[in-house]
């Protein structure tokens, strides 16, 4: 048994070593750039709500969705997508730093029979959607079913490349995960503790299954002060306060969620991640507008009532022209402003605003380009 066990030691090592150098080859081959259509195969991987939604609820039949004006309105075109912004959002932004097409909705690319049509990464996020399988259950695509769709995606695209090449591709990909917010704000009052407890448990599942399906970089965004949203801070029309007891919730999970990366990296060689301190980011905007170059950080810039939060951004709401000084667009969501802001840090950042590396070193886009300046093109 002894010598089997060392037997068995040496054959998996031959083979991960078989297979970084097969992963190594494949990143940095002109031959394989040439082959799949980029000089950088890297490609991003998107999970998670309504922040990161490119257009997945335009195809369900369900109210959380933003594929009406004034969504989009600054995007390129001026129409809405599906995006929960009024331009870019977090997902485009990345993606222009990495020097990667921003992934297409999932629903719209499963409709697609164009050949390699997953070979740009895919953008799985859902408005609304959460942790848990029942938050605003039968109105979004939640995180397991957005597993589920990845599933097949790593299928087709191991038809189409084979076994090797696609573990090699997606574990040079970039998987960004923010998901919580949703599950916060449906608290149902049973303790932080053991609700904090069941989101983070159920993550670790769910992130679990990406690692067993060849996820290999994590880029995590913690949560935002949810109780800060203008549409939570509405429902004190006294004061426009944040909700404390849905902060309290934002940072135990954010907490528990970094620990959580932590105890997997120290568990799988492997894995490296970057969390993102979304929270303190935040709340920097939030005490200290004007070094960010914002006005207005507590009201929404479209929509109606009290910080134009009451009522949702619709085609008959009013919207502000100074967009680039909101925090908020809607009562939920960021601005392309605030967006741009977060990526720039996320991607550039140091500790404690973003660690144990940014998105820059979790890429290595400094080593491929090192790497490139000593290729000679074929």
């Excluded at 597993?147 to 490349?161: G, N, P, Q, R």
């Excluded at 670790?204 to 549409?231: D, H, T």
């Excluded at 997997?264 to 492997?270: E, G, L, N, T, V």
Aim: hydrophobic share 40%; aromatic share 12%.
């Amino acid at each position: 048994m002894q010598y089997s066990s060392k037997m068995d030691s040496s054959a998996s090592l031959y083979l991960v070593t078989l297979l970084s150098l097969c992963c190594m080859l494949f990143r940095f081959s002109n031959v394989a750039a040439v082959q799949y259509g980029s000089s950088q195969p890297t490609a991003l991987f998107v999970f998670g709500a309504s922040l990161l939604d490119v257009g997945n609820n335009n195809y369900l039949f369900t109210l959380k969705r933003c594929d009406f004006p004034h969504y989009g309105i600054d995007f390129p075109g001026g129409k809405p997508t599906g995006r929960c912004s009024n331009g870019k959002n977090i997902p485009d932004f990345l993606a222009d730093k990495m020097g990667v097409p921003s992934p297409k909705s999932y629903m719209s690319l499963n409709r697609s029979m164009e050949p390699g049509k997953f070979l740009e990464g895919v953008n799985f996020a859902s408005s609304s959607a959460g942790i848990l399988n029942t938050t605003h259950k039968g109105l979004c695509i939640p995180l397991d079913t957005q597993i589920d769709y990845y599933s097949f995606v790593v299928e087709d695209l191991e038809e189409s490349m084979g076994i090797v090449w696609t573990k090699c591709f997606i574990s040079n990909s970039i998987f960004i995960v923010n998901i919580g917010s949703n599950d916060v704000q449906v608290y149902d009052g049973t303790g932080i503790s053991n609700f904090v407890s069941l989101l983070i448990s159920t993550l670790e599942g769910q992130l679990e299954r990406l690692y067993n399906l060849g996820a290999r970089k994590f880029a995590f965004m913690g949560l935002e002060p949810v109780g800060c949203w203008p549409a939570l801070r509405a429902v004190n029309k006294s004061t426009g306060n944040c909700n404390s007891e849905v902060n309290q919730i934002s940072v135990r999970y954010n907490e528990q969620a970094a620990v959580l990366l932590h105890e997997m990296q120290s568990k799988h060689a492997d894995i490296n991640y970057s969390f993102f301190n979304t929270y303190g980011i935040f709340t920097q905007y939030i005490n200290d507008p004007q070094t960010y170059g914002f006005g207005n950080v507590t009201a929404a810039c479209c929509g109606m009532g009290f910080l134009r939060a009451e009522i949702a951004c619709n085609p008959l709401a009013s919207y502000c022209s100074n967009r680039t000084e909101y925090l908020f667009w809607d009562g939920w969501h960021q601005t392309e402003a605030t967006a741009k802001l977060l990526v720039n840090t996320a991607f550039d950042g140091s500790p404690p605003d973003v660690f144990p590396v940014n998105v820059r070193q979790l890429s290595g886009i400094g080593l491929q380009a090192e790497i490139n300046a000593h290729v000679t093109p074929l």
